[in-house]
């Protein structure tokens, strides 16, 4: 008898091969893939178990399959992730959003809100997929930004974005080398997620990182620290009395980040959901 491929079946299938590759979340993973295939929401697959897949449906969820089977990130392979709730096209030049960089998010809301400006500005440093000034965009309706990425094609994704959140005509794209492009402005923050991974570290990354992100968005030097140097040295020439330059962080650079800072009147350091420290504020 030949065997029917439905949406159960599919799923049990897809762990268990998931699982023999060494797939960190196999169950997730699969109903991500097998969702977007259909283009259903998740929570479809629950309540048609017994739902057969039509042919051209099936070919697509197996090369997907197979993708994530050679380790592409599920975001690379459905080409989004979710950011502070809101959806962003990825593509392989792009690093692929991560929940704790909302912590830098929220952080910066809050904080440029305080400021109590009509219409603050900032900056954003190696934009990547825009995650991060896009959603500080949607979120302060009257906020303007400047956006630094050295990748062409990193910008391109970004631009993309802002179109499809309706942000455009509140964000300037500059292609550049950090804070270069933005010489003789100023701004109520500078916010970044620089590459923050020392060298030697590079190696022990998850397959999905360290071959397919993008190694200029995540190699920060001998250190991790090349990035923050740079930016906590040219940030105060750039920032308005009273603004601030919040940055990610690797595990264990907080301290050693802050004390880069040392020209500033004050830094708060912040930690992420699993308790580490994750962001620093530094003030002008
Ligand atoms: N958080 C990323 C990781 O763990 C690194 C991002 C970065 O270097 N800014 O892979």
Redesign the pocket.
């Known amino acids: 008898m030949q065997e029917i491929w439905t949406i159960g079946r599919l799923l049990k299938w897809t762990v268990q091969y998931f699982t023999q590759k060494g797939i960190e979340s196999p169950r997730l993973d699969a109903e991500v893939l097998l969702a977007r295939v259909l283009g259903r929401e998740r929570i479809y697959l629950y309540v048609h178990f017994d739902e057969p897949l039509e042919p051209a449906e099936l070919a697509r969820y197996r090369e997907a399959v197979k993708q994530r089977a050679l380790r592409v990130p599920v975001a690379y392979i459905i080409g989004e992730k979710e950011f502070m709730g809101l959806p962003f096209k990825v593509t392989a030049d792009t ?1 692929v959003p ?1 929940p ?2 909302e912590i830098l998010v929220q952080a910066a809301i809050e904080r440029l809100r305080a400021l109590g400006r009509s219409a603050p500005r900032f900056a954003d440093i ?1 934009t990547g997929s825009g995650c991060i000034c896009l959603s500080v965009l949607h979120f302060l309706p009257e906020a303007q930004a400047d956006t630094v990425d050295i990748s062409a094609a990193a910008r391109a994704v970004a631009e993309e974005n802002a179109a499809a959140l309706g942000a455009s005509d509140r964000i300037t794209f500059h292609t550049g080398d950090l804070l270069a492009p933005l010489a003789g402005r100023s701004y109520d923050a500078i916010l970044s ?5 020392p060298d030697r570290d590079l190696a022990a ?2 397959p999905e ?1 360290r071959l397919k ?1 993008p190694r200029t ?4 030097g001998a250190d ?1 620290l090349d990035f923050y140097r740079r930016l906590t040295a040219g940030a105060p020439a750039l920032l308005h009395d009273g603004g601030f330059l919040a940055v ?1 962080v ?1 595990i264990h650079q907080a301290a050693a980040v802050a004390a880069l800072a040392a020209a500033f009147s004050r830094t708060e350091i912040l930690k992420d959901y699993n308790g580490i420290e994750r962001v620093v504020v530094a003030w002008k």
């Not at 997620?193 to 991974?197: A, G, K, T, V």
């Not at 968005?217 to 920060?220: E, F, K, N, T």
């Open positions: 690093l991560r704790d960089t190696g997620n620089p590459p923050y991974i990354l998850a990182v992100e968005a995540l190699a920060g991790g990610e690797g």
